[in-house]
């Protein structure tokens, strides 16, 4: 279906400072979770995932966890840098809905030097 | 992994008219999804193009106004018909490969389609 018609919120964070982004997802029986970074003029890059099995997984600078009671993800990044400056975006695979993902709305980071 | 070539990166089109936008895969995939994303906005999944079948379109689109073509497993084309100022949006194509053993899946993104309607 359609996205809501927001604009999307924006995290301001200093450089060094760490980050945490949120997003809320819609279905119980997802069972496999992305983050996505997209940079402005490019397409979503993958950041970290995470199966429905765990509540946290860790990668470079990058942490998930997944909170399945109240379904909700968040994404943290360690020693926010200006590189990682973009759009985040939760997605989620619905099981037996194939290989199609859902996305979140976004949230815009912007790392103040 | 995938690398995605999507082209054009962008245009500007006149009301009324249509565009169509390429996609390239380097390897053989199954499925390729093509997605919206309106200024300020997240992705919207349009349709579903599967190789040797029709698309399968979400809620909202349509085959007349975004026909698909799907002749191989490396290349789609997403068509934005009769457009107008409000098909002015970012077009993308992905495509998920099957990362092993644990059936999870990684989706790829190209760069997109910037499309301004005039």
């Known amino acids: 279906g359609e996205s809501v018609g927001l604009h999307l919120p924006t995290l301001s964070v200093q450089e060094g400072d760490n980050s945490i982004i949120n997003c809320a997802y819609s279905?119980?029986?997802?069972?496999?979770f992305i983050w996505y970074k997209q940079e402005s003029g490019k397409g979503p890059q993958f950041i970290i995932d995470i199966r429905s099995n765990m509540d946290k997984r860790q990668g470079q600078r990058v942490t998930v966890l997944l909170n399945k009671t109240v379904k909700h993800l968040s994404l943290q990044i360690a020693a926010t840098q200006p590189g990682d400056s973009a759009v985040y975006f939760c997605?989620?695979?619905?099981?037996?809905?194939?290989?199609?993902?859902?996305f979140g709305g976004g949230t815009r980071l912007m790392v103040k030097p | 992994s995938a690398v995605i070539s999507q082209k054009p990166s962008r245009d500007i089109c006149q009301r009324g008219t249509s565009l169509t936008i390429q996609c390239q895969v380097d390897s053989q995939v199954t499925m390729m999804f093509w997605y919206r994303q309106q200024p300020g906005q997240s992705l919207t999944l349009i349709a579903t193009a599967n190789q040797g079948s029709e698309a399968t379109y979400e809620s909202g689109f349509v085959i007349d106004k975004f026909p698909i073509s799907r002749p191989n497993l490396t290349f789609s084309t997403l068509t934005v018909s009769n457009m107008s100022p409000e098909d002015s949006s970012i077009y993308l194509c992905s495509v998920v490969t099957d990362r092993g053993a644990l059936g999870d899946t990684e989706a790829f993104f190209g760069q997109g389609t910037r499309l301004t309607v005039v």
């Open positions: 997605a989620e695979n619905k099981g037996n809905a194939g290989n199609m993902l859902t």
């Open positions: 279905n119980s029986a997802s069972d496999y």
